[in-house]
């Protein structure tokens, strides 16, 4: 009888980062090495080189990651279709209930590595500037007058910043009940059920 020796997984990319990033959220950036990344995979530390050139590469691969899921989406939910204000909010309180959209755990990890690097923090005050521009464009389209835009802007990115870094758990159900209060807080108009529905529904509630 021949005897099944077990295969390593395949190696990826995507397989390393994935890791790297769990790793990062779990335990800090100080934690990402390549030695450890390889025992979590089951992979030797020499294969992490055939996909990237060093550690620092997939430093930067991290943070690409990171500013293009985030802020990228963050931006497009700023961006995307709404007939009224009240759905334009809506589309951006995706991105605090569907993780795919926005990482917060994430968010978080990448504000306490900058503390300690400068060269990240100037990409965390970019991203930063960044989403308070979407934002505000968001309500300027809908006829805020800049200052009043500028100023809901800041309170809704304030108001995320504060739920991440305070590591709140809160029941999904009962996030997804307050949303329709923060919409109304946020524009100061009252959203119509059809929007609350559609945002529910989209959301699984």
């Not at 999904?172 to 946020?186: D, G, Q, S, T």
Request: charged share 30%.
């Amino acid at each position: 009888m021949n005897k099944i020796t077990p295969t390593r997984p395949r190696a990826s990319d995507q397989m390393w980062l994935d890791a790297a990033l769990e790793l990062l959220i779990e335990a800090g950036v100080d934690a990402v090495k390549v030695m450890p990344l390889a025992k979590q995979l089951g992979l030797t530390r020499t294969g992490f080189y055939h996909h990237f050139r060093d550690r620092e590469a997939l430093l930067d691969a991290m943070i690409a990651r990171w500013e293009d899921k985030n802020t990228g989406n963050l931006i497009a939910r700023c961006e995307a279709y709404a007939e009224t204000i009240c759905e334009a909010m809506f589309n951006l309180q995706d991105c605090w209930i569907d993780r795919s959209l926005f990482d917060a755990p994430l968010d978080h990890a990448i504000r306490s590595w900058a503390r300690h690097d400068p060269p990240l923090k100037q990409r965390l005050d970019q991203a930063d500037a960044r989403r308070k521009a979407a934002v505000l464009a968001m309500f300027r389209r809908f006829g805020y007058a800049r200052g009043d835009a500028e100023i809901r802007a800041m309170t809704i990115l304030y108001t995320q910043v504060g739920y991440i870094s305070m590591e709140v758990e809160e029941d999904p159900a009962r996030r997804i009940n307050r949303v329709p209060a923060y919409v109304e807080l946020f524009t100061g108009e009252t959203p119509s059920k059809r929007e609350i529905d559609r945002f529910r529904t989209r959301n699984g509630y």
